[in-house]
């Protein structure tokens, strides 16, 4: 039994845009989030919809699974301004860094199957570190 209750600590809110459940990457975010928070899956075309519907701690958007990151990201915040927006790819560019940066992402990652490193980079977003200080 814990003697610090389940309270003590905030739940957070992600929201994963595009790719499947089922990835390894998808998996793996799932499983380091969880701890601290709710994970949310949805589909690129879904995204806006719930952002108009309930406000969301951090917003990570898969740029392997859309169209156009840059421009998602863009039309997250006119829904949302002050999203925190993480950009996560697996395969990094500047080009695609700095378009993504300049819409307003908070962050633009490299996609990782190490749960600490996804962990530490998205509750950064909330001015957090992994060990909830």
């Known amino acids: 039994?814990?003697?610090?209750?389940?309270?003590?600590?905030?739940?957070?809110?992600?929201?994963?845009?595009?790719?499947?459940?089922e990835t390894p990457w998808a998996i793996t975010l799932k499983q380091a989030l969880s701890p601290v928070g709710d994970v949310f899956l949805v589909p690129a075309p879904d995204a806006i919809r719930l952002l108009q519907e309930r406000r969301y701690d951090v917003v990570i958007i898969d740029a392997g699974a859309v169209r156009n990151a840059a421009r998602l990201v863009s039309d997250m915040l006119r829904q949302q301004p002050g999203a925190r927006i993480i950009v996560a790819t697996a395969s990094p560019t500047w080009m695609e860094a700095r378009e993504v940066l300049r819409s307003g992402a908070y962050d633009y990652i490299r996609k990782s199957l190490d749960e600490n490193a996804l962990r530490s980079a998205i509750l950064a977003a909330l001015g957090k570190t992994s060990d909830f200080s």
């Open 1 to 21: 039994m814990s003697l610090i209750p389940e309270t003590a600590f905030p739940r957070y809110a992600f929201l994963v845009v595009g790719g499947s459940a």
